[in-house]
């Protein structure tokens, strides 16, 4: 039982991170400015995916998903652009990353180590 939720809690990490990277994409397929020719995010985000999916022998790879949660939503805030786009009403586009997190910690609780 306890293996098979450590590896659901690594699978919504995983799909949390992945969905993020496609919100970045999304907002890159808008037309949003970023500073770069491919948004940074994208490639830190499926990055971090890889690290957790497959570094299941490293009882660290879950933390990588809990901070670059917490990498997107400070960056979120502090990007010009970031406080603007909640007072119009826009979703923050770092909810699906947020959401991630939670699964992160979990699982790195039961790691062993």
């Known amino acids: 039982m306890l293996r098979s939720m450590r590896e659901m809690a690594r699978a919504y990490t995983v799909l949390g991170l992945v969905v993020g990277a496609a919100g970045i994409g ?3 397929a808008a037309g949003v400015e970023f ?4 948004p940074p995010g994208i490639v830190i985000l499926l990055a971090g995916a890889l690290v957790v999916g497959l570094g299941r022998r490293w009882w660290w790879s879950p933390a990588v ?11 979120w805030a502090v990007s010009p652009s970031g406080w603007g ?3 119009a009403g826009r979703a923050p586009p770092w909810r699906p990353v947020r959401r991630s997190s939670w699964p992160g910690v979990l699982t790195a609780r039961w790691s062993p180590g």
């Open 65 to 75: 998903g809990v901070l670059l949660g917490l990498f997107v939503a400070v960056g």
């Open 26 to 28: 999304g907002l890159w």
């Open 85 to 87: 786009n909640l007072t």
């Open 35 to 38: 500073p770069v020719a491919i």
